[in-house]
């Protein structure tokens, strides 16, 4: 496939592309430690490239008509499979990246626990009314049941409040220990009881990568029948391959039911592309939705989306290709290696700490509060000064749980294959803002701050007007018009904590559409707008 010579027009177009991703944060160079996964081979990038160009133009939505995507995701659910030790029952698909694979998990279980626990089932229709029709029609008013409940540690993947939230389940938050963030099995196990739909764990949780006890919990949801979900989204294409794990966490585990692994992360592959696998095809079809009752062609989704574009595919299914077994395990002990020197020397900078035993390649640094307070480190404090060094890292808020002391606030750090080659600048960043701002209180300590918390609360009050949104963002220090942020996210960040949750969270909403909100366009050849 030869690549057609862009017109300048054209040429111009892909500047202004060019112009807009120097705003950016670098994805590539390990010096953004979330979010990205650089495995430090330039050719699997252009390898990636070249396969998702290569099916540019089909629709991933029939595999009838594009025999292909049938066959790479074959290929790409095989490997994937293989690595997680899955047997020949276990089936799935290809996802368009970790949250859709949750998503589908909640979805697919609820289904189940529908089927066993009413008359009629909210997915099939009602035949037994002449005046019900059959079809997607029926399924708009399913019955009324209890919502069953999806229990899970606090740690758990944000995709699991929002699959609770979209497909009506009630989460059950079990605490975690808050000095490891580590949850008990025992008291995961005393949340079991019929009204329990799924129950999740993680391979490792992603705020500080602990692994669940999975083995444990398993043994008691398989004798009481109820479903257990691994979230492997950000372990999956990992642990496979980390050195010196023993720990049975995948499909070795005769209670697990499901497991997610994300091919966006430590499959190097393009954003975005998901695995959900489950055991045995009567789950996995509780996973699909069809229709046939109405006048266009049959409607047969595995997935949430319809028509989506096979290129994030296509490039998984290029550099598992490419790299086999083989390649991911060394790639996979590469970023081992910078993991076991960053965490080894990070322990050692005074007033901070890695937060519990980390299992992969992620951990969080938290304040050390065995010395005295001034001579901790504040975590998001740290990543403001570490951004003035030209290394992002990712700021965590504490959280308050039920019967547990709250957890900590923390700094987040994904390590990667191009990390071992940096470790050493990474290091000294570090250092150097951990001794610019020890001591220095939390903002969460500033009496002013808390009182413009309890202004702020008492503004927002219902109905929230344009008005009281526009003047609490103005006190926050961020942009009314733009949502633009100010370069200290850590006071930002106090206030999320502080705030009630829904009044944060109307907030970070309102900075987030900002961004989106359509200004006027201008045309490459346009007259400049007048008024």
């Not at 862009?6 to 944060?25: G, H, Y």
């Not at 490239?49 to 009838?64: H, I, K, Y």
């Not at 037994?128 to 049941?145: E, F, I, K, L, Q």
Request: aromatic share 6%; glycine share 6%; proline share 10%.
């Amino acid at each position: 496939m030869t690549t057609p010579h862009l017109s300048p027009k054209a040429q111009a177009v892909i500047k202004q592309i060019t112009q807009f991703r120097e705003l950016d944060a670098p994805t590539h160079g390990g010096r953004v430690l979330s979010y990205v996964y650089d495995s430090g081979l330039a050719e699997l990038d252009e390898l990636a490239a070249q396969a998702a160009r290569a099916v540019q133009s089909v629709n991933g939505l029939d595999p009838t008509t594009f025999p292909s995507v049938a066959m790479m995701e074959r290929d790409v659910l095989g490997f994937v499979r293989d690595a997680l030790n899955g047997d020949n029952n276990v089936v799935g698909n290809v996802t368009s990246g970790g949250t859709e694979s949750c998503l589908l998990a909640v979805k697919t279980a609820r289904d189940l626990w529908r089927a066993t626990h009413q008359d009629t089932p909210a997915h099939q229709p009602n035949n037994t009314d002449p005046a019900t029709p059959s079809g997607a029609s029926a399924r708009t008013t399913p019955p009324t049941v209890t919502m069953p409940r999806l229990v899970a540690p606090a740690t758990v993947h944000a995709a699991f409040h929002k699959a609770a939230a979209y497909f009506d389940l009630v989460l059950d938050l079990v605490d975690v220990d808050p000095t490891t963030g580590a949850v008990n099995p025992a008291d995961v196990i005393d949340r079991l009881a019929d009204d329990v739909a799924l129950v999740v764990l993680s391979a490792p949780n992603y705020p500080y990568a602990q692994l669940d006890p999975i083995a444990d919990v398993a043994t008691a949801t398989e004798a009481a029948n109820i479903p257990l979900h691994v979230d492997a989204c950000i372990g999956g294409l990992a642990l496979p391959w980390w050195p010196g794990l023993t720990t049975p966490w995948d499909f070795r585990v005769p209670g697990v039911t499901s497991i997610s692994a994300d091919l966006h992360k430590y499959g190097y592959a393009p954003k975005g592309i998901s695995v959900i696998l489950h055991r045995g095809p009567h789950r996995h079809r509780h996973q699909y939705f069809a229709v046939t009752a109405w006048p266009g062609y049959p409607v047969v989704n595995p997935t949430l989306l319809g028509s989506k574009s096979p290129g994030p595919l296509a490039a998984a299914w290029a550099i598992i290709t490419y790299l086999g077994t083989q390649g991911f395990t060394d790639l996979t002990a590469a970023t081992h290696r910078a993991t076991t020197t960053l965490t080894t020397a990070l322990n050692r900078i005074e007033g901070l700490t890695i937060q519990g035993t980390p299992t992969g390649p992620l951990f969080a640094l938290v304040e050390d509060t065995t010395v005295p307070p001034n001579r901790r480190v504040n975590p998001h404090l740290l990543v403001d000064a570490a951004r003035t060094h030209g290394w992002i890292l990712q700021a965590q808020p504490g959280a308050h749980q039920r019967t547990q002391p709250d957890l900590p606030q923390s700094a987040h750090l994904t390590i990667t294959p191009v990390t071992e080659h940096h470790t050493h600048d990474l290091i000294t960043a570090l250092t150097t803002a951990a001794d610019t701002v020890r001591g220095t209180p939390s903002p969460l300590t500033d009496p002013d701050l808390h009182t413009r918390v309890t202004a702020l609360i008492d503004t927002l009050t219902e109905p929230t007007t344009n008005t009281t949104l526009t003047t609490a963002l103005t006190a926050l220090g961020i942009n009314p018009t733009t949502g633009d942020l100010p370069n200290d996210l850590s006071h930002i960040l106090a206030y999320a904590q502080l705030l009630p949750a829904p009044i944060a969270e109307q907030l970070l909403t309102e900075i987030l559409a900002l961004l989106v909100t359509p200004t006027h366009r201008k045309e490459p050849d346009e007259p400049p707008h007048t008024h």
